[in-house]
């Protein structure tokens, strides 16, 4: 089945320092990306939608300048957490619209601590 | 705007014991709903997509049907491994809105 593998799955880091996580695509191309937190016992909220190619679309309240999303090729999509502070610590999950059927999978999620 | 709702928060069972989790949603132009099964520190694991009142899916223990205003998972004789949070998610024309979630716990 189609496969999203998202990396890494666990980071802590020191506020202020940036974190990178990427979300790739291994078995099926993905014109459509999307970014999603998720609190604890929370629903996940979407963050922003990327499409290859093109500068993402961020939801009302999520700052572009600090959750930076490229969107470089058909299978990868990065998220850059800058200057990461404790409020930012969360589960973030990416998706990706397989461009054939329309589905959409997820990767496994990246717990991010900030210290 | 978009929303969903799923009822009820928490349920426990007993191993064997049959029940159903709702997802109530308003959404313009539904392009599809989808079930998803979390397990605890992981990602969402996809179940069914539903496109249109009147369609069911089923997958093993699950079954999951569809009406204009609300979806029903059904669980038949859930086992401790069917343990997890359920969520119910809604395509409309621009986004994916989730609801947060079933917390389903079977117990032996």
């Known amino acids: 089945g189609a496969v999203v593998s998202q990396h890494p799955s666990r980071v802590i880091c020191k506020s202020g320092t940036s974190v990178k996580i990427e979300c790739r695509s291994l078995d099926f191309q993905a014109t459509t990306m999307f970014w999603y937190r998720q609190f604890p016992k929370q629903s996940l909220m979407l963050m922003a939608t990327?499409?290859?190619?093109?500068?993402?679309?961020?939801e009302q309240g999520v700052e572009k300048d600090k959750f930076l999303i490229n969107h470089a090729s058909l299978t990868l999509s990065t998220l850059t957490v800058t200057s990461a502070h404790p409020e930012d610590s969360s589960f973030y999950i990416c998706s990706a619209k397989n461009r054939v059927n329309e589905k959409l999978f997820f990767g496994s999620g990246t717990q991010l601590s900030v210290l | 705007e978009d929303q969903v709702t799923q009822s009820p928060e928490a349920l426990r069972l007993q191993e064997g014991e049959s029940s159903s989790l709702n997802c109530s949603y308003t959404?313009?132009?539904?392009?599809?709903l989808f079930w998803y099964r979390q397990d605890p520190g992981k990602g969402p694991e996809f179940l069914f997509t539903?496109?249109?009142a009147g369609e069911e899916k089923e997958k093993e223990r699950l079954k999951a049907t569809l009406t204009k205003k609300e979806s029903f998972l059904h669980i038949t004789a859930p086992k401790p491994e069917d343990s997890a949070t359920y969520l119910c998610?809604?395509?409309?024309?621009?986004?994916?809105?989730f609801g947060k979630g079933t917390m389903l716990l079977v117990s032996p």
């Open positions: 959404v313009s132009g539904l392009r599809g």
């Open positions: 539903l496109y249109s």
């Open positions: 990327s499409n290859e190619g093109s500068k993402a679309t961020y």
């Open positions: 998610a809604v395509s409309g024309y621009s986004t994916l809105t």
